[in-house]
């Protein structure tokens, strides 16, 4: 038997399998009935995808399995061979869809996931292009012990590589008490291994997004994968012929597949170079499959008893895992960064003012503050909110630590893990002393960490140091505006993913990933002169209005690779900026009320566009102008700058509740200064209020906002 | 697939009639127009019946007149024929490697040609038997080279090289008589049996051919392909241009062509001396442009990424741009045309090979003891002739393709090193590309050669042909003219990956590579050999059951019956798209295509059907998987 032939038994028991389950619902609920994963706007995404067809119905999806049946054809070409695998996906798709008839929730109390939403995946975007994510494991099948399932699945871990896990390696898990979950980068999608579809189903949506790869055009989508998805497989035990035709599915993509089957390779010639790996010792799989995949880890060797890597970005510290806690909103506690002479600073030197961890009662609450000095011949004062700005997800990259917030309203958590694993004050400073020296090495020659615990000498540090920088921070940035720079900066970290979207970046108007400031893409010129943000002037301007100059068209054409012609950077209508996928939110016109809603990526509901976020958010994305619709930051909405050339935030009428509430502060202080309006934000409406539009303006009518009497927008 | 494009033989064809436009005007004699003189060719000679080995004929062999005047039956004079014209192509394919061994004899620290692959020779002295720890380079590349110029006369033993087969292979031949002895005496024993009067006997006289090219391929030119590597170094992966676009009209052109790189590795260092660019600035041209025709363009592509005018048959087109200022040659398959032609132009048809004088042409005798000084001088006539174009007639097609060439046996293991994974895998072998055969990614390779022939529409025979290979998954490697072919149409071009089947497609996104590799020369068949030999050995598997064929669609010189002799020697079916001369003996014709395969494990196939000769060898590649189960 060859691999071939391996593949193909495989692709027709799988075929098998769908034919039957949709036939047995097709008798049971009639042809008419809907079909849908919930959360995407791409319906049965890896078919839509690869065929151009959306499926909505059961009689659809029956037509979907003859279309499936006619590209697996059975020649002995490699094409066969990767069509047989594709079509394996769709079937497992097929079958996965079945699972969630009439609002089902096949996976509740199973602790698995199945189907991930559009949601989840614009949010993969930003890391997966930094490299914060250096890629995606899927693990399938049974490790040859619990231990080495659960010694490979934290290995991935410590690298912040995304894993997701299908069949009794969860178990495995579970009982090895691995933390999971998809704050932890650890995400079990299902038992079966058709489950295995759902991670696929992200790959593909990736494509959709991020890559403009249009629905139908299955070369494409191929070629998107293999070049931008950083995927691979880990196929653990027994290889049948259902997991081979997966693989081969996975291999079309461009993940290559790991295997310690030996016997099977060796009774059939199974090897493929970067493709097919065969490798008895599963303590080697994590080596074995970044080199396959050619994914490089930035190493940050830190000196530190727990983990660190940015898998653990998002775990919650829970109260009663706590060890200690400092907390700002009760107590006094600071974080900042001095930029200071060379002769005072002395490297990785790390104080401790104050008494240790040891000292504190388990679960009691403490005063911190840690102060960053750094010194160096290109550092420059506006640096230090960039590097401060990213304590936070330095912290939080500690295993066992939760830190919340910012400056002087930080909440720091530690476990009681981390600290029986040894984790005591001078950690936090030896994180920060690595992390600052190897992010920002060309502008950080030396660097120390002070950190004290001593609770009035922090009140007075904070009181005499700490918030008169602040203030004097704050004045630099309220100075900063478009008018006032002579440079805006061009952002091309997304080009890995979406390579025809730039992102001008501009005081008032941030990426629109929410992640780069004007500041930040500065700092990150000044660091990688040829890297991912260049100076654009702005010298030229076309039209003051929509904010469209000649300089940054020529740079927004060279960086687009010819895709963009020209940009404004205040219009949501004419030129509009374009978006890569991981835009924080989008903002989409609303026609009966002369305005615009904007939903964010974690809202979950309807808006009154009739659409979700999922569905606003197709329209957009992967580098295209869409007149209309915009993605953006959150800090976007206040700014003075926000569809400008429309007249404005006044023209904004609704926002999802939560994200209502995060930008009020701000948003109603400029509606102040811009049109003297008090408290705006009451005049917005959110869910709770009204999901389909002539509800909307009855309520705008009652508040009299001031949309209603602007121009029409179209 | 963006902006890429194949070139069509059309488009070549259109450029061509253009040029030979420009050849009427100036009343210029051209092949196309000696080929319809020439046609119908003379049957007997096309059969290969007629003799003419001593005075008492020329007798041909007729139903009415079966034997000639000494008795030989029709297929003692078809095997004579075939084994004399086997000896002429190993003569000159060995000739050739000898004159590298004697300029590898030549090289000095501070000489013309020095060493510059010093890890080559060494593995060479070490092969060769030759001492090399404490002594000097060239003492050491001295002795090698006399250990390689001995190989052409010894009295006793087989050829050296042939160790580097693999047992089953080499003991087949051994066993069958077939293993070559010293190169010349492999030639002489030939023109020994075909003599009036010696052998008659079809198995004999196909015996001794097969023999007779195992000597060229493994002795020869392995040879001139290794001595070339030490004195100008292994051809790595480089980026380079095909097609007569590449040729500059600003610049002076100077166009090598032939076989031997010793004559262009020096032209090309010269054309690059600052002194001559000035010179040529001061001449009123813009810069230098040196490109090549046929094999020694090969070789300067291979290692210095020097562009290619073209192949075989272009050889004319090149004068006919008119804005070439020196076509300089050295020797094989130079029209004795070009010293006509270039009269009709301003075009200087420099001969520089005592093996290859020519009238009409210039001659200015190159040795490797003056290489340098004889190289200024042929630059500088070059420069000086470019004031002498004439405007009007200069037209250069605006045709060419990106290729990347270079694929040496050593390239190619790096290459597969670069998809080997450090945890599990070994590097320095073939295994990447066996795992990708045996797993069925790649259905097998097949090896690309020869020359154009003006009897097959000139390149459309290997463009199809490795159009269609490569869409059905099978990896190829070329040499030659045909390398030139795949290049001028934009096959060796990366980007051709997209028209791929797409097992191949993958193995050229993860390998970085084209799916023609270019290996060379026409003696760089030989690296073709070792390649094989390597993958024998690789996978334990007998040569003749890899599934790897060779095809020669467009050959026409008596170097590629030898080459086609010594591949099928090495165990590897081989293609032909022309008829060699046989189809007038049953028997030799029925030995070739059969009765060879017992004593090698392989045989010819002669199709002129080209559509039916891609199908055969994709059956043939698909019987020898069948064969070893993958």
């Known amino acids: 038997m060859t691999l071939f032939d391996v593949v193909f038994s495989g692709a027709d028991t799988v075929y098998g399998l769908a034919e039957g389950a949709i036939n047995a619902a097709i008798e049971k609920h009639g042809a008419d009935k809907a079909v849908s994963f919930p959360g995407t706007a791409y319906c049965l995404p890896c078919y839509y995808a690869v065929t151009g067809t959306k499926v909505t119905n059961l009689g659809e999806l029956k037509e979907a399995l003859g279309v499936v049946k006619g590209i697996e054809t059975k020649n002995v070409k490699l094409n066969d061979v990767f069509m047989n695998g594709v079509g394996t996906a769709l079937c497992a798709e097929f079958i996965e869809a079945l699972k969630y008839l009439d609002g089902a929730d096949p996976y509740e109390g199973t602790g698995c996931s199945g189907h991930l939403s559009d949601a989840i995946i614009r949010e993969l975007g930003v890391p997966l292009v930094t490299g914060d994510i250096p890629g995606v494991a899927v693990i399938l099948g049974k490790a040859p012990t619990a231990d080495e399932a659960a010694a490979l699945v934290k290995s991935y871990q410590a690298q912040g590589i995304l894993v997701t896990l299908v069949g009794d390696v969860i178990d495995q898990c579970v009982e090895k008490n691995v933390n999971m979950g998809a704050n932890v980068r650890v995400i079990p999608l299902g038992k079966d291994v058709t489950s295995v579809l759902h991670v696929v189903s992200v790959a593909v949506r990736a494509a959709l997004i991020f890559g403009n790869v249009e629905p139908g055009d299955a070369a494409g989508l191929m070629k998107y994968t293999f070049e931008r998805v950083p995927a691979f497989v880990n196929a653990l035990g027994a290889l049948n012929p259902v997991v081979v035709a997966c693989g081969a599915g996975a291999i079309a993509l461009g993940f290559p597949v790991v295997t310690n089957d030996v016997e099977t390779s060796k009774a059939v010639n199974i090897k493929v170079p970067k493709s097919l790996i065969v490798q008895p010792d599963v303590d080697k799989f994590n080596a074995t499959s970044l080199e396959a995949r050619d994914i490089k880890i930035k190493i940050t060797n830190i000196d530190i008893p727990v983990a660190f890597a940015s898998a653990f970005e998002g775990e919650i510290v829970r109260k009663k895992q706590m060890q200690v806690e400092f907390d700002g909103s009760r107590v006094d506690c600071f974080e900042l960064v001095q930029s200071k002479e060379m002769t005072e600073v002395e490297d990785h030197k790390i104080e401790l003012i104050g008494p240790d961890f040891d000292t504190f009662e388990k679960g009691s609450k403490h005063s911190i503050a840690y102060i960053v000095e750094v010194a160096g011949k290109n550092m420059q004062t506006d640096f230090e909110s960039v590097f401060e700005r990213k304590f936070h997800s330095y912290l939080n990259c500690i295993e066992g630590v939760m830190h919340t917030g910012q400056r002087d309203m930080i909440r720091v958590r530690i476990s009681d893990a981390a600290y029986e694993a040894g984790f005591r004050a001078k950690h936090i400073g030896e994180v920060l002393y690595a992390k600052v020296k190897n992010d920002y090495d060309a502008v950080v020659d030396r660097c120390q960490v002070k950190i004290i615990t001593d609770a009035e000498m922090v009140g007075k540090l904070r009181h005499e140091i700490a918030i008169p920088a602040f203030d004097k921070r704050d004045d630099r940035l309220k100075s900063l505006t478009d008018e006032s720079v002579d440079v805006y900066y061009s952002c091309i970290m997304c080009q890995a993913f979406s390579p025809s979207h730039v992102c001008v970046v501009t005081p008032e108007r941030l990426g629109l990933c929410g992640a780069v400031s004007w500041l930040d893409a500065k700092a990150t010129n000044e660091l990688e002169p040829t890297g991912p943000c260049q100076v654009i002037t702005k010298e030229r301007v076309i039209d003051d209005r929509i904010g469209e100059y000649e300089d940054v068209n020529e740079a927004v054409k060279k960086f687009s690779n010819g895709a963009l012609e020209d940009v404004s950077l205040y219009s949501i209508m004419e030129k509009p900026m374009t978006s890569c996928g991981c835009f924080e939110c989008i903002c989409g016109i609303e026609p009966m009320s002369n305005g615009v809603i904007i939903a964010n990526r974690e809202y979950a509901g309807m808006t009154p566009l009739g659409m979700t976020f999922p569905e606003l958010a197709s329209m957009t994305g992967g580098g295209v102008q869409t007149p209309g619709f915009m993605g953006h930051g959150k800090h976007f909405i206040a700014s003075k700058k926000f569809m400008k050339a429309e007249g404005g935030i006044e023209r904004i009428v609704w926002m999802p509740k939560d994200l209502k509430e995060q930008v009020a502060e701000r948003l109603n202080a400029t509606a102040k200064e811009l049109y003297g309006i008090d408290n705006f934000t009451d005049m917005v409406g959110d869910e709770t209020i009204a999901e389909d539009p002539e509800t909307l303006l009855n309520f705008l009518t009652e508040k009299g906002h001031p949309a209603l009497n602007l121009e029409p927008m179209m | ?630």
Request: proline share 4%; with cysteine.
């Open chain 2, 1 to 630: 697939m963006g902006d890429f494009k194949l070139t069509t033989v059309e488009e070549f064809e259109a450029a061509t009639a253009r040029l030979l436009e420009t050849g009427a005007k100036v009343g210029a004699d051209a092949w196309q127009i000696r080929v319809k003189n020439q046609t119908p060719h003379c049957k007997f000679g096309e059969q290969g019946v007629c003799c003419r080995i001593c005075a008492m004929g020329p007798c041909r062999i007729t139903p009415k007149a079966p034997r000639g005047i000494c008795g030989c039956d029709v297929h003692g004079i078809v095997g004579r024929n075939y084994l004399k014209f086997t000896a002429g192509g190993a003569a000159t394919h060995s000739d050739h490697g000898r004159e590298i061994c004697h300029t590898l004899y030549l090289s000095a620290a501070d000489g013309n040609y020095k060493v510059k692959d010093e890890a080559k020779l060494m593995k060479l002295a070490k092969e060769f038997g030759v001492e090399t720890e404490g002594r000097d380079l060239y003492d050491v590349a001295h002795e090698v080279a006399e250990v390689g110029l001995m190989e052409y006369g010894k009295p006793f033993g087989f050829q050296k090289f042939l160790d580097r087969m693999p047992a089953s292979q080499k003991d087949l031949l051994v066993e069958n008589e077939l293993a070559p002895r010293a190169i010349d005496r492999e030639v002489a024993s030939s023109m020994h049996m075909a003599h009036m009067g010696c052998s008659s006997l079809p198995e004999a006289l196909v015996k001794q051919s097969i023999r007779c090219g195992l000597g060229d391929g493994w002795g020869g030119s392995m040879m001139g392909t290794e001595f070339s590597d030490v004195l100008f170094g292994t051809p790595k992966p480089i980026d380079t241009e095909a097609n007569l676009g590449v040729m500059n009209a600003d610049n002076v052109n100077i166009v090598v062509h032939g076989h031997d790189p010793s004559l262009s590795e020096m032209i090309c260092e010269y054309a690059d001396d600052p002194e001559m660019i000035a010179y040529a600035k001061e001449m009123g041209a813009k810069g230098i442009t040196v490109s090549g025709v046929c094999c020694t363009s090969n070789e300067v592509a291979m290692r210095r990424g020097i562009p290619m005018a073209g192949n075989f048959l272009q050889q004319e087109n090149v004068i006919l741009t008119g804005a070439c200022e020196a076509i300089v040659v050295d020797v094989q398959c130079i029209f004795p045309a070009l010293g006509p032609l270039s009269k009709c132009f301003h075009t200087k048809f420099i001969t520089t090979s005592p093996i290859a004088r020519m009238p009409m042409s210039d001659y200015i005798r190159f040795s490797s003891a003056n290489a340098g000084e004889n190289a200024k001088q042929i630059v500088k006539t070059a420069i000086e002739n470019f004031k002498n174009r004439k405007p009007e007639l200069v037209h250069i097609p605006d045709m060419k393709q990106k290729a990347t060439v270079g694929y040496s046996l050593e390239a190619i293991v790096k290459v597969l090193d670069g998809v080997t994974n450090s945890q599990v895998d070994v590097t320095g072998t073939t295994k990447p590309l066996l795992e990708c055969v045996t797993s069925g990614v790649l259905r097998g390779a097949v090896a690309m050669v020869g020359c154009n022939n003006p009897k097959i529409r000139p390149d459309l025979a290997h463009i199809e042909l490795m159009k269609k290979l490569i869409a059905n998954d099978i990896i190829i490697v070329a040499s030659g003219c045909s390398a030139q072919a795949a290049a001028k149409a934009g096959l060796m071009d990366k980007r051709a990956k997209d028209l791929c089947g797409a097992g191949l497609k993958r193995v050229c996104e993860l390998a970085d590579i084209p799916p023609v590799l270019h290996m060379g020369s026409c003696v760089d068949i030989s690296r073709m050999m070792n390649l094989v030999a390597e993958l024998a050995k690789d996978s334990g598997l007998k040569i003749s059951q890899l599934p790897v064929v060779g095809c020669a669609p467009e050959w026409m010189s008596e170097k590629a019956v030898s080459i086609g002799n010594y591949v099928v020697g090495t165990g590897i079916d081989t293609f032909l798209g022309v008829d060699p001369y046989v189809s007038g003996s049953a028997e030799v014709a029925e030995l070739l295509t059969g009765g060879v395969r017992e004593w090698t494990g392989a045989a010819y196939t002669v199709e002129k059907d080209i559509d039916k000769l891609v199908d055969a060898m994709i059956d043939r590649i698909e019987e020898k998987r069948a064969a070893i189960g993958i």
